[in-house]
């Protein structure tokens, strides 16, 4: 089982591989109208002069999350001794982990996972849809002339595959819109981070502490997601997609795969109805004793368990 699962995960690493840097699945050549002003937004530059550029929300959403899990267990071993009772066979009868490691493992494995979930869910939305970035035409320089299209308001929809005369990697990036994916790993990192606070933390003495410190993680997430609209490169509808997306998954893999981030109870022996509700008796031999119903006959012994024999009498 446990090997198993090694192969779902290589193969959830590949799948977003071919998503992420390679043509295996061509994007979605979705028209447009001209002059439309919800695409002529002007272009903000790469991503990478971003406020927020995809290397620093990919360390957070790996570091945060990361940090906040092996503090948090560290503290939960060494402060509840009933964490160190258990005791997990991973192979056969060789290899023993023990509750700490186990946990850390399961979480951080099940966290890895649906982060590489996330991107094949924002990705392939992105491909099959195709949905324009407000930037779109900065980078597509269609040109309306040989398009036949005239002033603004434009009316003609352009469905012509050779239509934009830019860069072609920039229009081919400028049509992965929807959904944000920036917006849906940040989503799914703080879901996943706020749900395993809230779950294992025990916090005495501020009834603040917690919910204080789940609005922190929350905060960076939403700026993300300001950021890209305030840059032209996503609409509110992308960023918006992309939180329902993260938060959607993380919210499976918390409640479904690893049960609330509880330990696993120890299977107890299952016992039949009879066996659990009557006492254990030992059994001894008992003398043997003349009684005198053995001398009645079979008419008297009816007739004295007959609820009705004082009237046969």
Known sequence: MFYFQLVIMAGTVVLAYHFEYTNTFPVHLQGFFCYDSAYAKPYPGPEDTSRAPPVLVYSLVTAVPTVTILVGELAAFFLQPERREEKTIISGECCYFNPLLRRIIRFLGIYSFGLFT??????????????????????????????????????????????????????????????????????????????????????????????????????????????????????????????????????????????????SPPTAKKTTPTESSLPSVPVMGLPCVDSSLEKLSVAQFCLLNNPYRMAVL
């Open 118 to 263: 996330t991107t094949i869910f924002a990705n392939a939305g992105q491909v099959v849809t195709g949905n324009q970035t407000p930037h779109f035409l900065s980078v597509c320089r269609p040109n309306y002339t040989a398009l036949g299209c005239q002033a603004p308001p434009g009316t003609i929809y352009v469905t012509d595959k050779a239509a934009c005369t830019g860069n072609p990697a920039l229009v081919t990036a400028a049509r992965k819109a929807f959904p944000s994916k920036d917006a849906a790993l940040s989503a799914y990192a703080v879901a996943y981070t706020v749900m395993y606070v809230t779950l294992v933390f025990r916090l005495k003495g501020s009834r603040l502490a917690k919910p204080s410190l789940c609005l922190a993680l929350l905060c960076p997430a939403f700026l993300v997601g300001v950021v890209r609209v305030a840059e032209y490169r996503n609409h509110w509808s992308d960023v918006l997609a992309g939180f329902l997306t993260g938060g959607a998954i993380a919210a499976f893999l918390v409640t479904c795969v690893v049960n609330n981030f509880q330990s």
